[in-house]
């Protein structure tokens, strides 16, 4: 179907971008989010076309899973392959230093095992993620043991953060992670050394991922709508 939505139009030429940078034999991660299921869709069709070969995907989700499968890109696990070539993930925040903020779609643990352990790795967003500091326009997702919310909420609070328990939408209670574990949101007034927080937030007992990721990030695509057209630049 074809659409004229600008922010769709900017997620479609990304992620496409992203695919093209695929090549035969490679074990790629695949992550999360709208704009990566376009690039997940654009490795489906470049497989089914013959135009790429002998692809291996390691999904970062559920929902990667499902659309690998409805794509026909084969999957595999980390305990079958020694490295990722390529990992292709979405981004809620991209700073200048091209670090990011991640979980809106709450499958940040897993995203960072991914997208961490590949040998290069792109992050495609839409220019609405760019930002000069992150936490400016978006919460920083941490995911918790059930069991530890109360006390790692009390703990975020001390490091002068305002948490919030992420709910669900057309589901009663929390957001449950593809884990089985809850996800805070948390507001920081300012982030100004990503790098610390991330270690602070993983060093409270309880927490099993935050949503930082610093220094992971080899080349961010960005889409942009210029003259109705939708291009990409490469930061
Ligand atoms: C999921 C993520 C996503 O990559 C992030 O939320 C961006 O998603 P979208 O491309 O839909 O804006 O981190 O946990």
Known sequence: MTTTDPVTLMKQAVGKAAADRVQSGMIVGLG?????????????ERLR??????????????????????????????????????????ADEVDPHKNLIKGGGAAHTREKIVDTLAEYFIVVV???????????????????????????MRAITKLGGQPQLRMGVKKAGPVITDQGN?????????????????????????????GLFVGVTDLVLIGEVKDGQPIVREM
């Open 32 to 44: 999360t989010g709208s704009t990566t299921a376009y690039a997940i869709q654009s490795i489906g």
């Open 49 to 90: 076309a013959g135009d790429l070969k002998d692809i291996k995907g390691i999904p970062t989700s559920f929902q990667a899973i499902v659309l690998a499968k409805e794509y026909g890109i084969p999957l595999t696990t980390l305990d079958e392959v020694e490295k990722i070539d390529l990992a292709i993930d979405g």
């Open 126 to 152: 839409d220019s609405s993620k760019i930002v000069d500091r992150l936490g400016s326009t978006f919460l920083l997702p941490v995911e918790v043991l059930p069991l530890a919310m109360t006390p790692v």
């Open 182 to 210: 809850f996800v805070i949101d948390v507001k920081f007034d300012r982030i100004d050394d990503p790098a610390t927080l991330e270690k602070e937030l993983n060093n409270i007992p309880g927490v099993l991922e935050n």
